[in-house]
């Protein structure tokens, strides 16, 4: 596609709720990132596919988070028993593989109540 | 460890004059950099990037300077429109080793009229 797509835009779910996000990137973009964006700040790194492998699941908070792309393309983060602090903009991002071209979607705003 | 940071969280300039937006990396090895701009509602859009053999660099108003000496990053902004109104974000990362971008906090540019 023209960009990197995310859906739902917005999600609200119950404490305890398992949740699921989508991330669709640019067509032949092989590396694909998740960020986390809490209200005022920075977008914070959780993990990095280079094709349909993990490179770096370095910056994922718990094992409650996970993320899979099993053909390469399209990307989920799974999100288990929520929790009010999880709470947050998840943008999803792709690139070349050089890392060049780096182009993020809007996000999925997920509130927790 | 790896940090991006901003020194004002928040710059005020009247419509029509130069803005000036610094950044303090701290991660030696980062040789490549980022400015991205956020709109609210919106994710990250790329300005302009500089790569660490460079100390300068300019696009369409926008200039980027890397003091490699001081780990410091700005962003200039020529002729300010209400339109470059949002939130500033340069970033860092090690190009061809496969990692991520790491973010700053972020600075909002306000235009005054």
Known sequence: GAGVSQTPSNKVTEKGKYVELRCDPISGHTALYWYRQSLGQGPEFLIYFQGTGAADDSGLPNDRFFAVRPEGSVSTLKIQRTERGDSAVYLCASSLRDGYGYTFGSGTRLTVV | ?113
């Not at chain 2, 980027?64 to 974000?89: C, E, R």
């Open chain 2, 1 to 113: 460890g790896e940090s991006v940071g901003l020194h004002l969280p928040t710059l005020s300039v009247q419509e029509g004059d130069n803005s000036i937006i610094n950044c303090a990396y701290s991660n030696s090895a980062s040789d490549y950099f980022i400015w991205y701009k956020q709109e609210s509602g919106k994710g990250p859009q790329f300005i302009i990037d500089i790569r660490s053999n460079m100390d300068k660099r300019q696009g369409q108003r926008v200039t980027v300077l890397l003091n490699k000496t001081v780990k410091h990053l700005s962003l200039q902004i020529a002729a300010t429109q209400p339109g470059d109104s949002a939130v500033y974000f340069c970033a860092e990362t090690v190009m061809n080793r496969d990692d991520k971008i790491i973010f700053g906090k972020g600075t909002r540019l306000h235009i005054l009229p």
